[in-house]
């Protein structure tokens, strides 16, 4: 059924057909752009570039940019605006006398509004106000905006801001980034930040790849998948939950050092932490271990920190989070009896049960031993670690993919980075015994038939790449987007990911928040 126009943008149809009417193309194919608001503001000296009395300037600055009109303020023969590119906003300074016969009057005035895309030339000066202008001398329409940007209204009684509500921003992204100067800082600095990483691995060697998506076995992680069809095929394939055991595969085949900055997909809620589309960013190092990948996670998001923001301390709402090394580290089992009291270490699933009861935690039937020393450790000492901390030595029922701990049988070489109350980073000196990493594999079929559905599957392909060898190997996987989260500022994962998912306009708000 065909959207009925508002009043404002059913009047923006008939300007473009003004437009049109008066020969002026309101979809222009280009502009050629010389120089953005930023750089203006930035390059422009009053002792060169001001004109003298006579209006002559000393040394013209002409400049040629394009943009949004983000406001008018007319008086009479001249003109201000705002307009905005990219970079910021400048404003433009407007005479009906520097612009062709009737263009100032019928068009300018009558026919562009606030949202519309125009192309300006002209020479920098300073206001008598003080405020740096261009003097446009040409002025272009290149696109005409036929829906008004996001003001505020009033809404069953209320005002109601659409720039600053939560529901229609993620929703419409597009607007959010024309209304929000801020929103797209947090962009910018999200894409700065990968760089530093990419730049960070190349430097030492480390090559990116890509492996599949769709994959016939998922695996390298605990979650619940999303599942798809190939039709030619006639099979069923999975969305990938984690990139690790192909990247592993890799490692088999010679490489000594491969990474991947991908997306993955988890079949899981929506909350301020997650999204089932998510960045993720995988290492995997031959010859090192868990202790040596520590040393190199603090030091590579010790340098994020800086390249972001000058220093290690980062500003988080109201708390300050220091990425300086060395950070802090604490085994899971002793953070465990540190909060609760409880020494669990040895404890059988039924001990474990009634350790969650006393600590008045939720749990289901399915949940094995490792399961529950997670919930655990997730509900009562996690959100405590504030500070990066790397949290070491596993269970081993709850890491599949990790190599056995050197010193204690029951436990894993595993490490998890844990900061401002959430997991960062996890991370392994990994399975490479392939008899032992079928029997886990086993292991979590057990699980999955006693109702465990985010238990892996056991990968007959993989197993066969471990038995032609692999070396002693340290790998890890990093939220992007939760790095992005701490290194911005943001409450929200969905104010880090450009298009979030969210339920269905049809269906009504969104309130995972």
């Known amino acids: 059924m065909k959207r009925e126009l508002s009043e404002q943008e059913q009047w923006r149809r008939e300007e473009r057909l003004r437009l049109k009417q008066a020969g002026i193309n309101p979809y222009a194919y280009h502009w050629d752009v ?56 400048i404003q433009i300074y407007l005479r009906r006398d520097d612009l062709p016969e009737g263009f100032y009057n019928q068009i300018f005035k009558k ?6 895309i125009v192309g300006i030339e002209g020479f920098v000066f300073r206001t008598k106000m003080g405020e740096v202008s261009v003097h446009a001398q040409r002025l272009e329409l290149l696109t005409k905006s036929l829906r008004p940007l996001p003001v505020v209204k009033e809404l069953d009684g209320r005002l109601y801001n659409e720039v600053t509500d939560k529901e229609f921003r993620y929703r419409q992204r597009y607007a959010d980034l024309i209304i929000n100067p801020d929103v797209r800082r947090v962009f910018r600095e999200r894409a700065k930040m990968v760089t530093a990483i990419r730049r960070f ?8 790849v890509e492996t599949p998506a769709l994959q016939p076995i998922y695996g390298g992680a605990a979650a619940r998948p999303f599942t798809t069809h190939h039709h030619s095929l006639d099979m069923q394939l999975f969305l990938r ?5 192909y990247l592993k595969r890799l490692i088999v085949g010679g490489y000594d050092g491969v990474y991947e900055i991908a997306k993955d997909f988890r079949n899981e809620g929506l909350s301020r932490y997650h999204n089932p589309e998510f960045t993720m960013l995988e290492l995997y190092v031959a010859y090192k271990d868990y202790e040596w990948m520590m040393e190199l996670v603090e030091e590579m998001i010790e340098g ?45 699933r039924d001990e474990l049960v009634d350790v969650c009861e006393k600590l008045d935690l939720e749990i289901q039937d399915s949940m094995g031993t490792g399961k529950l020393i997670d919930e655990i450790f997730g509900a009562r000492v996690e959100p405590d670690l504030i500070q990066p901390t790397f949290v070491t030595d596993y269970p081993i029922e709850l890491s599949p993919l990790a190599k056995r701990h050197r010193d204690n049988e029951l436990l894993v070489e595993r490490f998890e980075v844990i900061c401002n109350g959430k997991e960062l980073c996890n991370a392994f000196s990994e399975l490479n015994d392939p008899d032992d990493q079928r029997a886990r594999f086993e292991d979590q079929g057990r699980l999955k038939a006693d109702g465990d559905d ?4 056991l990968d007959e392909d993989y197993l066969r790449a471990l038995e032609y060898g692999m070396p002693p190997t340290a790998g890890m996987g990093m939220g992007i ?15 880090v990911i450009l298009f979030p998912l969210l339920r269905p306009e049809s269906e009504g708000t969104d309130e995972t928040e």
């Open 454 to 457: 985010e238990a892996m599957l």
């Open 201 to 208: 691995l190349d430097d030492r060697g480390y090559l990116e």
């Open 111 to 116: 026919l562009l509004d606030i949202g519309d």
């Open 481 to 495: 987007d939760r790095l992005a989260m701490l290194m911005t500022g943001q409450q929200s994962i969905r104010d």
């Open 34 to 89: 010389t120089a953005l608001a930023s750089s203006i503001l930035s390059e422009f000296d009053d002792d060169r570039h001001q004109p003298t009395d006579d209006g002559a300037t000393k040394q013209p600055f002409k400049v040629s940019v394009a943009g949004r009109i983000m406001s008018k303020r007319i008086m009479g023969k001249a003109s201000f605006f705002h307009l905005q590119d990219s970079s910021g906003q």
């Open 241 to 245: 939950i984690a990139d690790e055991l």
């Open 304 to 348: 994020v920190a800086i390249e972001l923001h000058g220093s290690t301390e980062v500003q988080f709402g109201d708390t300050e989070i220091s990425f300086k090394r060395p950070w802090k580290r604490l085994s899971m089992l002793e953070g465990i009896e540190s909060v609760t009291g409880f020494q669990i270490e040895g404890m059988s």
